[in-house]
């Protein structure tokens, strides 16, 4: 993780992906609707870098403009130094090429088998037939599918079909993958196995790539930095553990909230309330502060003894972070005192 | 009723050693030759029309609102016409074309144009079942709106269009029974001529049962085809 860490972290100076103030609108009738709205985003070479939003969000349309599936409205993207806003469909078919794209539902063709999916982007290319043969086997043999090579895509699961689906986007060596949802239609076990897949591609063949997802887990599985997407505008971007450890934004915060227990409100403070009689309080847990521990421990002389009813933490980077709910018991006084003491050393919050 | 050497023949009575060989052995032959004829030019021409259709639909791959329109239009006029009143509104561009409105390269003219149209919107409704997402993957991966064409769109439907070439074989089948009555020849003709207008049922109903046989075989080879190419 760590070595891992340093190199992604190393090479992450080089920006791969830029977008300046990208903008993009759809005529839905007489209606214009704006599904990316001013975004300016770097994705440096080398990292994985997820983009995180609710349906509708518009990670979707953004990520398209990025190969050009969809034209951009206005402002600037480039990859590779190559500015893709403005280009013809003729013009943008090389830089493909050069973008690997893997799909929520896989998109492989019926038609062809396994080792027919993964050699089309070859012929594409312009590949001889012997080279496309030994590139498709040396693919398969990757993704850990060398034995389906002539089975056809109905006869796989779905987590082998995402794989043919990496094969396939992988095939013409290309600097960087996107993709789309691409652990979305997969059981938890099935994600798991096309996560590390994704890593492997990242860490093995240092290609940059970009993962549209709802998950969390996805974020905080293999992410080095996250963009959190709301309304087609970019809410919150950063370093994984920065963004998640302290979300700003609603979003961001719902999205936590689906990794870890967050702070309680509303019934669910209520509930908390009517079992515990003590003063309720929430604590912020964030990797390194030994200090809280410290404070935990004087507190019974200061005669406040404390319970904790709730928590979640989370390790995100190989760094832990969270929120505990503590019962404080004792006297008005004590309690007071021992809540300031918790405010030197981390975020406190009543739980009302 | 006389047969061709002159035979005396009740109605309801066929003559079998000179029915089959004299009419029925040469109208089968007649009919497959303008069923295969009409279908080879048929199947090519409304296999462009039917792509075109496709392809210039809002957000496809040649997405063209004029043409889109125009080509609806055109097979919504020409569809709905019964073909009995096709053949005989075609006449004069059939004389004009073919220089003559009999015979089976007439009744050919007058399928083509008929059939076009029909093979037209089936292949059209055959394309539209084709996953979005396939032809976008193609699109990501760089490929041309040609290669996405002929590599990705036709293999991807191919096994509903085979079934709906099957279809409409069988329509052409039924077109060229009635081609028999502008003189097309075939089994039609036979049916026609010497069956229903003689009073012979053994006759008429003979045919059809032929008719039903040729159906049920050019079913046969297209699902056998078909299963083959969808492996199910």
Request: no cysteine; net charge neutral; proline share 3%.
């Amino acid at each position: 993780m760590t070595e891992d860490h340093i190199v992604s972290s190393r090479s992450a100076a080089e920006p791969m992906v830029v977008l300046s103030n990208v903008t993009k609108e759809f005529r839905v009738g007489k209606k214009t609707v704006t599904a990316v709205d001013h975004v300016d985003l770097t994705i440096n070479r080398g990292e994985i870098f997820a983009i995180i939003g609710y349906s509708g969000a518009g990670k979707s349309t953004l990520v398209r403009l990025i190969n050009g599936l969809e034209s951009i409205t206005s402002g600037s993207l480039t990859v590779n130094g190559f500015e893709v806003a403005g280009k013809r469909e003729s013009q943008l078919r090389e830089a493909r090429t050069n973008i690997g794209m893997i799909f929520q539902q896989f998109n492989l063709m019926n038609s062809r088998t396994v080792a027919g999916n993964v050699e089309f982007p070859l012929k594409v290319a312009g590949w001889d037939k012997n080279k496309r043969a030994a590139r498709v086997t040396e693919l398969l043999e990757f993704v850990g599918l060398a034995d389906k090579a002539k089975n056809y895509p109905d006869q796989l699961s779905g987590g082998q079909k995402q794989r043919v689906g990496i094969a396939r986007a992988l095939a013409t060596s290309p600097s960087l993958l996107l993709a789309d949802e691409s652990t979305s239609a997969l059981d938890p076990e099935t994600t798991a196995e096309v996560l590390d897949l994704l890593k492997k591609v990242n860490h093995e063949l240092g290609i940059t790539v970009i993962v549209i997802t709802h998950e969390m887990d996805v974020v905080s599985n293999i992410a080095d930095r996250v963009a959190v997407m709301e309304l087609g505008k970019v809410v919150e971007s950063g370093n994984v553990y920065d963004v998640f450890s302290n979300p700003q934004t609603a979003t961001a915060k719902r999205f936590v909230g689906t990794a870890v227990k967050t702070t309680p409100v509303g019934g669910e403070a209520a509930e908390l309330k009517e079992r515990h009689r003590g003063y309720l309080v929430n604590i912020e847990i964030t990797e390194g502060n030994t200090s809280i521990g410290k404070v935990l421990s004087y507190l019974g002389s200061r005669n406040v003894s404390f319970n904790i009813v709730q928590g979640g933490l989370e390790t995100l980077q190989g760094k832990s972070y969270g929120n505990l709910t503590l019962e404080l018991i004792g006297d008005v006084i004590s309690i007071d005192a021992a809540v300031a003491e918790l405010k030197t050393v981390t975020r406190v919050q009543e739980v009302r | 009723m006389y047969t061709s050497e002159g035979k005396l023949l009740a109605a309801n009575s066929v003559d079998w050693a000179s029915f089959m060989p004299d009419k029925l052995v040469p109208a089968l032959g007649e009919t497959l030759y303008m069923v295969s004829f009409t279908m080879l030019i048929a199947g090519f021409l409304g296999l462009v029309v039917g792509l075109l259709l496709y392809t210039t639909r809002q957000g496809n791959i040649l997405a063209n609102r004029f043409v889109n329109i125009v080509l609806n239009v055109v097979v919504n006029i020409v569809r709905p016409i019964p073909f009995i009143i096709l053949l005989a509104a075609l006449g004069p561009l059939t004389s004009m074309v073919v220089g003559t409105r009999l015979g089976a390269n007439a009744a050919i003219f007058a399928m083509v144009f008929g059939a076009t149209f029909a093979i037209a919107r089936i292949v059209e409704q055959n394309m539209v079942s084709i996953d979005p997402g396939v032809i976008e993957a193609a699109r990501a991966m760089g490929a041309s709106k040609m290669r996405i064409l002929f590599t990705v769109m036709i293999p991807e439907a191919l096994g509903p269009l085979i079934l709906g070439y099957t279809f409409l074989v069988i329509g052409v089948v039924d077109m060229s029974a009635m081609a028999g009555y502008i003189g097309g020849g075939g089994l039609g003709k036979v049916a026609l001529v010497d069956g229903y207008q003689r009073f012979n049922e053994i006759i008429t109903w003979s045919v059809v049962a032929v008719i039903i046989i040729l159906v049920q075989l050019i079913q046969l080879v297209g699902n056998m085809l078909a299963r083959k190419v969808m492996r199910r």
